[in-house]
């Protein structure tokens, strides 16, 4: 059965696609490509190393010193002496250039001070954005006291932020007082409990503050030293990671896209846009070229959870999850899905662009027609593959470890877990915002691999959404991905008047690109088994 598959893996495609072999110039753009992205990685890891400073302070401190050091004016002579002292610390050669060594000083002196700079900006940042009484103030009446306070802020920051620059400025998570969260928990607990309850919960909790609780407070403190958060890592293990529950409803999310307006009724186009428009965003992420949020044009926010949006899988194990997140250069496709089939789809070219929308809207309209065609050769348990990520964790991780750990199946489950994040073109066409929410949430179980960090679901009437896995990022972070590309659609004309996808601009040139592949998998009677139960399982909770 598997061989038979294996025989047909490769979709074939509209004739107008551009399926030619790379040529030089080709190979020439991707080292090109490649070369100015390793570039860009290494100027962004600095910038972000040295912020709040520039590195150009570096070269106008340096290029300061030398001129002083060689000009010698009269206003800085003491300056200049102290300078050259510094030749016999570093033992200089007596035969050495003047020139040479007054850049041996400056270039050492610069780099000192610099270090100096950046650090002291650094805490000093930190210890201002530890400040809490803007919080509790009007946001048009601010005090003199906050006023002050901003205006510092910003000139401690410097210059213009990048993605991931303000990361190593922002001020720990502290630690609350544990008499003071005892007490919350009490005023929490009153309306639940009778007066004994409370009675015994309190010498509980004072038994508890004075006892082992205290051990643990400290070990708390210690942990909030050198962690940025300390409850982050342990609430993504033990309330997500360590959660046996089925992460259908339990844990994934949904977005909607417009509640009432449609852009186009075309599945095909409608998908098309809304996936280069993640691809965008996407690209802007590893670029860093996405500034960070800032609460009133001051105040930095968190953005660590954007580093793993797209190309994260979450993995079952039998006690405990796992999330994997793969690079960039290892993750370049993107999973699309038809009645359960699974496509893998290249999104760059061979000059490393991203694919054109039209050129995505031809590629997914020869996966629906070899879907649609091929569908009624599979059976029902080989088109209902994703329903096993709806199981409950522990079974789900004992059926992965049973069936696709080794051959086909793992090479497959591999394109999946690789991708840039999955889409699905559905055949129904949900007419209320209920049916459509159902149909994010929990679909009919078949249709979205719920592991995966992002499915897109696209249906048949030019609808859309989203369902999103949570233990990698709170939704605030896919929800300015999908308002990104919601805005995106009304603010600019990407669908013409007949809703087709617009053209690039003439001078774009579109390298070449691979057309879709079929996924193969070796479904035997013992996996099929799991399959039925697990539609079963599926039904029964979801009914």
């Not at 400040?131 to 048009?140: F, I, T």
């Not at 213009?160 to 922002?170: A, E, G, K």
């Not at 579109?510 to 013992?526: E, I, M």
Request: charge should be positive.
């Amino acid at each position: 059965m598997a061989e038979a598959r294996s025989a047909v893996a490769e979709l074939r495609l509209m004739r107008d696609l551009d399926e030619r072999k790379p040529t030089w110039k080709d190979v020439f753009y991707s080292l090109r490509k490649s070369a100015f992205r390793r570039y860009y990685r290494i100027r962004n890891s600095i910038r972000n190393g040295v912020w709040p400073a520039s590195p150009s302070t570096l070269g106008t401190v340096f290029v300061v010193l030398l001129v002083l050091l060689l000009s010698e004016p009269a206003a800085t002579d003491s300056f200049n002496r102290w300078l050259w002292q510094f030749e016999g610390w570093f033992r200089l050669p007596q035969g050495l250039p003047r020139l040479l060594k007054a850049i041996v000083i400056s270039l050492v002196f610069g780099i000192s001070f610099f270090i100096v700079l950046t650090t002291v900006r650094l805490y000093l940042l930190r210890i201002l954005l530890s400040y809490r009484g803007w919080m509790y103030e009007q946001l048009r009446r601010p005090s003199a006291k906050t006023i002050f306070w901003s205006i510092v802020v910003r000139l401690v920051s410097g210059y213009h932020l990048s993605l991931y620059s303000c990361q190593r400025s922002l001020p720990r998570m502290p630690v609350p007082p544990l008499k003071d969260t005892m007490q919350k928990l009490m005023v929490s607990l009153k309306p639940l409990c009778t007066k004994s309850e409370l009675e015994e919960l309190q010498e509980m909790s004072e038994e508890f503050v004075n006892g082992v609780g205290s051990k643990v407070q400290k070990i708390l403190i210690l942990k909030s030293w050198w962690a940025p958060n300390y409850v982050s890592d342990w609430w993504e293990k033990y309330v997500y990671l360590m959660s046996r529950s089925p992460i259908a409803i339990n844990s994934n999310y949904y977005i909607l896209d417009h509640s009432y307006w449609t852009p186009t009724a075309n599945q095909v186009s409608r998908a098309a846009q809304v996936v280069y428009s993640c691809l965008t965003f996407k690209r802007s992420l590893d670029r860093e070229e996405l500034p960070p949020l800032v609460i009133r044009k001051t105040i930095p926010i968190c953005m660590a959870q954007y580093e793993r949006v797209f190309s994260t899988t979450r993995v079952p194990g039998e006690d405990l999850d796992e999330l994997v997140h793969y690079d960039s250069k290892d993750s370049k496709h993107i999973i699309v899905m038809r009645h359960g089939i699974f496509y893998k789809l290249d999104v760059y070219d061979s000059k490393n662009q991203l694919l054109s929308p039209t050129n995505f809207e031809l590629q997914f309209q020869s996966i629906i027609e070899d879907a649609d065609n091929y569908a009624g050769q599979l059976s029902s348990e080989e088109r209902s593959l994703a329903v096993l990520t709806a199981l409950e964790r522990s079974e789900w991780a004992r059926t992965r470890k049973q069936f696709f750990n080794r051959g086909i199946n793992r090479e497959s489950m591999e394109e999946i877990e690789k991708a840039i994040f999955c889409v699905s073109l559905s055949t129904e066409s949900p007419k209320t915002l209920t049916e459509r929410g159902k149909a994010l949430l929990h679909g009919d179980g078949k249709s979205i691999w719920f592991d995966k960090s992002q499915n897109y679901i696209f249906f048949a009437n030019g609808k859309a959404g989203a369902n999103c896995e949570h233990a990698l990022a709170d939704a605030p972070a896919l929800g300015h991905i999908w308002e990104y590309v919601m805005t995106k659609e009304v603010l600019e004309r990407v669908y013409s008047e007949d809703g087709r996808c617009m053209p690039m601009p003439a001078r774009f040139r579109q390298g070449s690109f691979s057309k879709p592949q079929r996924l193969v998998w070796d479904v035997s009677a013992a996996l099929a088994t799991k399959i039925q139960n697990a539609m079963k399982f599926m039904n029964t909770v979801h009914n």
